[in-house]
């Protein structure tokens, strides 16, 4: 059984910071290139930010360009998305997703159904 377990969501004020994580289980982590998405109240899920499976490449929506940073650990079969300089339009629940790939050419994986698997999300709260 495949699982995504997001951690480090939380409430936090305009212009702090949060690291959040996502552990894999069940699968072989390097296999799959993984990516952030959220989903703000009355929204739709979007695209956040991408990575290969080996960490060599990158891609970032262009609303967190600048401010968030997408990393892997593959010894730990961890994601990562920190997260800088918060603003309340960050406000949603994230979830860590898996595409299962080699490609280093990620930069077209922006789209919900590209995704193999799902974690159950973690809420992020910047108050206005």
């Known amino acids: 059984q495949v699982l995504l377990v997001e951690s480090g969501g939380g409430v936090v004020q305009a212009g702090g910071s949060l690291r959040l994580s996502c552990t894999a289980s069940?699968?072989?982590?390097?296999?799959?290139?993984m990516a952030w998405f959220r989903q703000a109240p009355g929204k739709e899920r979007e695209f956040v930010a991408v990575i290969s499976w080996n960490g060599g490449t990158f891609y970032c929506a262009d609303a967190v360009k600048g401010r968030f940073t997408i990393s892997r650990n593959n010894y730990k079969n961890t994601v990562y998305l920190q997260m800088n300089s918060l603003k309340p339009e960050d406000t949603a629940v994230y979830f860590c997703a898996a595409k299962s790939t080699h490609s280093m050419v990620v930069a077209s994986y922006v789209q919900i159904d590209e995704y193999d698997y799902w974690g159950q999300g973690t809420q992020v709260t910047v108050p206005s």
């Open positions: 069940g699968l072989i982590f390097s296999n799959y290139a």
